[in-house]
């Protein structure tokens, strides 16, 4: 029997959806600390969901829930709308679950994700990092596998690029084409680290890495041939060599 109206799915096809989520958090100054807050309290921090490179979004993604710690009034946050993101102030570290909602026309079920909460710098700069804004964020794509008709009209919507018509209608079918894609930016900027150009560098990091390796494993086994050789011959001396079968 054929499925419901609205439920026929796009046989064979995956579409992904880059977006970042992550967090900032800030230190309060002892002098320009903000009135009404509790003095255990000893930072600021917001925490986003959104586009690469600030793209819009909100055409698969409805609805975001950030689920934090149960000592915070009204722990389950809901947006149903962008900027997916909330500030709160805090003084510990833990984990926050994030659900992610999509848009009626998906007929998907949300997604789960979790991100650490970070107010202190860890590692060897540490302590030259103690004052500033600790940024942790993360690159992730959602993956819609064989999307149903309407949605994947939704994620494909626009026109082809360089056959906008032309006037104010036009120019917005134009910006739709560009902002529904999965491409990322072509160079990174000092708000937007993630780029096809650091995107190719960590691939050539990867393969020198990976190069590295495999020397690193050929210098091992010529080693442990030329121990073997000698463990060999030793017996041999000794009379104890292997009896040949």
């Known amino acids: 029997m054929p499925g419901p109206q609205g439920n026929k799915r796009v046989k064979g096809v995956q579409i992904y959806r880059p977006f970042v989520f992550g967090s900032i958090a800030r230190k309060f100054e002892d002098n320009k600390r903000p009135p009404n807050i509790d003095p255990q309290h000893t930072h600021q921090w917001t925490i986003w969901v959104k586009g690469v490179d600030d793209e819009d979004i909100s055409y698969w993604l409805r609805k975001v829930q950030f ?26 570290e ?55 008709e309407a949605f994947y009209e939704i994620l494909t919507g626009g026109v082809e690029k360089g056959k906008a018509k032309a006037g104010k209608a036009g120019s917005k079918q134009a910006a739709l084409a560009k902002a529904r894609t999965a491409e990322i930016p072509m ?59």
């Open 94 to 148: 833990f984990e926050i679950q994030i659900k992610l909602h999509f848009v009626p026309e998906a007929n998907e079920k949300f997604q789960c994700i979790w991100h650490p909460l970070k107010l202190h710098p860890y590692g060897p700069d540490a302590e030259a990092l103690k004052d500033q804004p600790i940024i942790s964020q993360n690159y992730e794509e959602v993956v819609f596998n064989e999307p149903v």
């Open 187 to 245: 160079t990174a900027t000092q708000a937007n680290p993630y780029s096809k150009e650091t995107e190719q560098k960590e691939h050539d990091r990867l393969q020198e890495a990976i190069k590295k390796v495999d020397e690193l494993v050929g210098e091992e086994t010529e080693a442990l041939r030329k121990t073997e050789a000698q463990l060999l011959e030793l017996r041999e001396r000794l009379g104890q060599a292997p009896k040949k079968k």
């Open 67 to 92: 689920k934090l710690h149960d000592t915070y009034p009204n722990s389950l946050r809901t947006l149903e709308g962008p900027p997916f993101e909330i500030t709160e102030t805090g003084w510990g």
